[in-house]
């Protein structure tokens, strides 16, 4: 297939950005609600995603990485994650999955699941000894994929406007 899984470059802002904007899209559409939608959704939707953008991959190298899939010369995927400590904790150095995109057309191929290892693999090095992530209660694919992965759910977030 020609893909290509490396480290985050400066030069892909900008496609990462319309990648990024598509997961928000897709998650709004299939996976939240009207009435949680808006209690979550930002005021400035894309001056607020590339803030994010800027802020992850500006992070410091040792306690985060950002690696994306590339077809060509065209970013398809990407996954990004930072280290969390918990002093006190059996599980003391966590792994979070921030987020994992793969386009549509490219899903089942293999690519998330070479990405995710990417991050795994990382995450190792770095003398991780847990994962976590979020996911939206309504992702039932995400969520099926997650318990596969080994993954048992933890808690549930919730939120209310005063």
Request: include cysteine.
């Amino acid at each position: 297939m020609g893909v290509t899984i490396r480290k985050f470059q400066k030069k892909d802002y900008k496609q990462l950005l319309n990648l990024v904007t598509e997961l928000r899209k897709t998650s709004e559409k299939q996976h939240v609600s009207k009435k949680l939608l808006s209690l979550i959704r930002y005021k400035k939707h894309k001056k607020q995603i590339r803030e994010d953008i800027k802020r992850y991959v500006n992070f410091e190298p040792k306690v985060a990485a950002f690696f994306v899939a590339k077809k060509k010369s065209t970013l398809i995927g990407y996954i990004w994650g930072n280290i969390n400590r918990r002093r006190g904790r059996v599980l003391d150095r966590i792994g979070f999955i921030e987020d994992w995109f793969v386009k549509e057309e490219y899903r089942r191929k293999n690519i998330g699941t070479i990405l995710w290892d990417r991050m795994i693999t990382w995450f190792k090095r770095k003398k991780c000894n847990g994962l976590e992530l979020e996911v939206f209660p309504n992702n039932h694919e995400a969520i099926e994929i997650y318990h596969a992965f080994g993954f048992v759910d933890k808690s549930i977030k919730m939120i209310k406007k005063l």
